[in-house]
């Protein structure tokens, strides 16, 4: 298991102690691309016409910005990240939708304050890989997902993944190598998360393994879209 030299998982201090170019960073490892996918990852989210909806490890908000610029007004909008600091950005980017459209919630994704069957959708935008990969408590966190999700209610995953081509899947693995380890540490200061973090992408699953992690886990069917090429991709799991 991927560990920095405290011992811990590497993504517990970025996700704490927020660089300020932390949003900056995403939009240039990813070519900007992220918007993108997010945008569509946030229409999945509202496909079945929620009532309830949660962004799940919401970070600063750039998934629930989405939803909330596409979502009905009467629709009920959370988000759920155990960084303050995270929700702190978080709260002041959602602020431009008014003060109380968007509840901010600092909780456990294991542990999540909600009852059972209370959501009708669940969006989460590359935080399932942390709450899966080489994650002892992996299982905890989709059962955590199923208890507050009602039934037949959807799961929607943006995350990387592997490319099925061989070459591309190769340039992909050199690309997080060369340019998101080292220039993510560079930028962020913080190498040993932007290690993970290419380390993680480069041997995370693929659509067919996180298709049956969530099958064997409970989830009734799924969906799988690739992007670019397989680089990262949207699931919708449904309950």
């Known amino acids: ?29 990813t070519l900007n691309m992220d918007e993108d ?11 079945n016409n929620p ?24 629709t009920e909008l959370y988000g759920l990240d155990f960084s303050h600091t995270m929700l702190a950005r978080a709260k002041e980017k959602v602020a431009v939708f008014g003060e ?24 989460i935008s590359f935080g399932f890989r942390n709450l899966t990969f ?11 997902v199923l208890r507050v999700l ?9 995350e990387t993944s592997q490319p099925e081509n061989d070459l591309v899947r190769i340039l992909y693995h050199v690309y997080h190598n060369v340019i998101t380890a080292p220039i993510g540490g560079l930028i ?3 190498r040993d998360a932007y290690n993970y973090l290419a380390y993680s992408a480069n041997n995370y699953y693929t659509l067919n393994e996180l298709s049956a992690l969530l ?12 992007l670019m090429m397989g680089a990262a991709a949207i699931m919708v799991a449904v309950k």
Not at 57 to 67: P, S
Not at 108 to 115: H, I, L, R, S
Not at 150 to 158: D, L, Q, S, T
Request: proline share 6%.
């Open 100 to 123: 109380d459209r968007i509840k901010l919630i600092q909780g456990d994704a294991g542990n999540m304050p909600f009852e059972n069957d209370y959501f009708d959708s669940i969006g």
């Open 37 to 47: 996918w997010r945008k569509k990852t946030a229409r999945e989210v509202l496909a």
């Open 51 to 74: 009532s309830k909806v949660l962004d799940l490890c919401c970070g600063t908000a750039d998934l629930t910005m989405h939803i909330a610029a596409y979502a009905d007004k009467e």
């Open 215 to 226: 099958k064997n886990a409970g989830f009734s069917k799924t969906t799988g879209t690739p």
């Open 1 to 29: 298991m991927f560990r920095d030299e405290s011992g811990h998982r590497p993504t517990q201090k970025i996700f704490t102690e927020v660089p300020p170019k932390y949003d900056f960073l995403n939009r240039v490892l």
């Open 150 to 158: 009602k039934p037949g209610g959807r799961f929607v995953i943006v």
């Open 134 to 144: 080489e994650n002892p408590d992996a299982q905890l966190h989709i059962k955590e």
């Open 188 to 190: 962020s200061g913080n």
